[in-house]
Structures are given as C-alpha cells and as structure tokens.
C-alpha cells in the first residue's frame, strides 16, 4: 500500500469519526427532549391521580362529616321531641337506646336474629309515641291505650335489653346448651312483642270504631 492510499484510508477515517461523532450528538439532541417530554406526561398522570385520590378522600370525609353531623341534628331534635312525651315514654326510648347499642356490637349470626325483635320493639314505640305527640296520655282514650301497652315498657322492653346485654358480655364464653337457651328465649321475644303490636291494633281498630260510630251519629240529628 502507497503512502497516499495510506493517507486517503486516514482522511476517511477522521471523516466517519467526526460523522459518528456528529450522529451521536445529534442523537442526543433528539433523545433529551423526548426523555423530558415523556417525563412531563408520567408526572402530569401521576400528579393527575394523587389529585383525582385526595379530591375522593376528601369529598369521602366531607360527606360522611356531614352524615354524622345530620345524624346528631336529629337525635337531638327526637330528645327534644321525647321530652314532651309522658315519662313512661321517656324511659321506653332511654331503654330501646341501650338496646340499639348493644345489638350493634353483637357478633353477625346473633345480630341477624335479634334484628327482627329490635325492628318490632321500634315499631311499638313509634305507634305509642305518635300518640303521645298529638295528645295527652294521662287521660280518656289515649290513658286506656297505655295502659294496655304497659307490660311492653315495664318488663318487655326491660327484659330484652337485659337479654342483649348479656349476649354482649358472654358470648363467646356459652356453651351448646346456653346457646339453645338464648335462641329460645328469641322466640319468646318475638311471641311477646307480637302479643303486643296486636294489643296496639285492636286498640287502633276500636278508636276507628268508636269514631265512625260518633261521625255518623252526629250527621243523623
């Protein structure tokens, strides 16, 4: 080989060595401003998210936040209502609290099958307590409708949240044998409360009666 073929392969060389050079710069150039644009959108999704999540968490808190805030309102608008009801009353509703509590922290399977029981005993309540909200209980019809309601506040009411206390306390602790016990006493609750609702409905029905009866006699004269 010449020295000038020696020289022209040298010139080439330099030559693909500065254009490789000059490649890879320009290839550099390119990749940096897609790196950082590829960059902006993963944060701008990201960012995107942590938003969208603490916008939920947020909203999340603020209406739960607000669910426990009407949820006081109206316990404390139904303790004011409760105070002009007669004391009977009164005592009923302070009862069927401490029976709401403890029924809520009962185990699933006894929770489950004293609900039906809780819902009857509110029912009883609520009926009597309409009563009480539009007229005096001390007198007349509505004294006569109490009165055959009394069982329910004095025992009934008294003896299921006892019950369901106890269920409460030692649950965990009772045998086969206590555990029949307790699932037949369930059974006398329903039959007892049920005794009840129906006292109230016969009552219902007679002062239906009685009212149709007074309607049409007066309209007779």
Do not use: C
Request: hydrophobic letters at 45%; glycine letters at 2%; zero cysteines.
């Amino acid at each position: 080989m010449s020295r000038r073929e020696r020289k022209l392969i040298w010139v080439l060389n330099i030559a693909f060595l500065r254009l490789d050079l000059h490649s890879q710069a320009m290839f550099r150039l390119t990749l940096i401003p897609f790196i950082l644009l590829f960059g902006a959108i993963i944060f701008g999704i990201l960012s995107y998210l942590v938003i969208r999540y603490i916008k939920r968490i947020l909203s999340f808190s603020l209406k739960k936040g607000t669910e426990f805030a009407n949820q006081q309102k109206q316990k404390w608008a139904e303790k004011e209502q409760r105070k002009k009801l007669p004391d009977i009353l009164q005592k009923g509703f302070d009862l069927y609290d401490r029976l709401e509590t403890s029924h809520a922290k009962l185990p699933p399977e006894w929770k489950k099958s004293l609900q039906p029981i809780v819902d009857q005993a509110k029912a009883i309540l609520d009926e009597v307590a309409i009563e009480g909200g539009t007229a005096s209980l001390e007198d007349s019809t509505n004294n006569k409708k109490l009165n055959s309601i009394r069982p329910f506040f004095n025992h009934s009411l008294d003896a299921l949240v006892q019950f369901t206390e106890k269920l409460n306390s030692d649950h965990a602790l009772m045998n086969a044998e206590q555990i029949e016990k307790a699932r037949q006493n369930i059974n006398v609750f329903r039959a007892d409360l049920l005794k009840h609702q129906e006292t109230l409905k016969k009552a219902r029905n007679m002062d239906f009666d009685v009212l149709m009866d007074v309607i049409k006699a007066r309209l007779k004269k």
